[in-house]
């Protein structure tokens, strides 16, 4: 092909056909051009694939750590459900008189426990800020998205530290007071001693104060964590 064209641009300039000739010399710029910005569309539509292929991949991510977090936060609820009836049992017994391990075991760690301790899963937004934010090009679902994690996830986050700092003294006063049989049930030492002492009635009603407060939060989170997931599918439906 070059041959060719090469053959032509001699032949005119041998005929002296000068207009020809410039003619043909600009013909063969403009087919140039045309040939380069061919060659970049080619290059910006790959580069588009492979950004929206990441995008994808990101957006999965998400939705799977979202998913994750959805099914923990949903199981510890339901915990707290069950935990917060262990209190009302513990009182019940204590006021009358019984004793029961195998109806009682359990019961004393459960109502100890502030469930101040849900494990958000991050990964998937950790990896997209590695990634660049850019990459998404819905601007409304990104900041949906940097919304949930930086101001949702980490306000709760913070509110799980005051929880972490009366743990110790609920661990504590179990380790002190009771016994762990190898069934994992708990029961008091001296069990008259246990029943008399309003400290330990009051650890019960600040963890069981704590878990409603939690129960709420994470309510709260599941609300938002499930809207933004929604916006994420919708637009992974869009992407496909």
């Known amino acids: 092909m070059i041959n060719f064209f090469r053959k032509i641009r001699k032949q005119l300039l041998t005929q002296n056909k000068v207009s020809k000739y410039l003619l043909y010399v600009i013909g063969e710029i403009v087919l140039v051009m045309i040939g380069i910005l061919l060659a970049l569309q080619v290059n910006n539509w790959n580069e588009f ?10 957006l999965l991510n998400l939705v799977e750590n979202m998913e994750l977090t959805i099914n923990k936060a949903e199981r ?36 100890l426990m502030n469930h101040a301790n849900l494990a958000l899963s991050k990964a998937g937004y950790e990896s997209l800020k590695n990634i660049g934010f850019e990459i998404i090009r819905n601007e409304i679902l ?63 009603n ?10 709420r939060e994470y309510k709260k989170m599941l609300v938002e964590t499930k809207r933004v997931l929604q916006l994420i599918q919708d637009e992974l439906g869009e992407v496909n």
């Open 49 to 58: 694939q492979k950004d929206r292929e990441i995008e994808k991949k990101a």
């Open 76 to 111: 510890k609820i339901a915990r707290i459900q069950r935990h917060n009836k262990s209190g009302q049992i513990i009182f019940a017994a204590i006021k009358n008189g019984d004793q029961t391990i195998d109806t009682l075991g359990r019961h004393f760690h459960w109502a």
């Open 142 to 204: 990104k900041k949906e998205i940097v919304n949930l994690h930086e101001n949702t996830y980490i306000e709760l986050s913070r509110m799980q530290k005051w929880g972490e700092e009366v743990r110790p003294d609920l661990d504590t006063y179990l380790i002190d007071h009771f016994i762990r049989y190898n069934n994992g049930n708990w029961m008091p030492r001296n069990f008259n001693e246990v029943a008399k002492d309003h400290y330990f009635y009051g650890l019960i």
């Open 206 to 215: 600040i963890a069981e104060g704590q878990r409603n407060f939690y129960m």
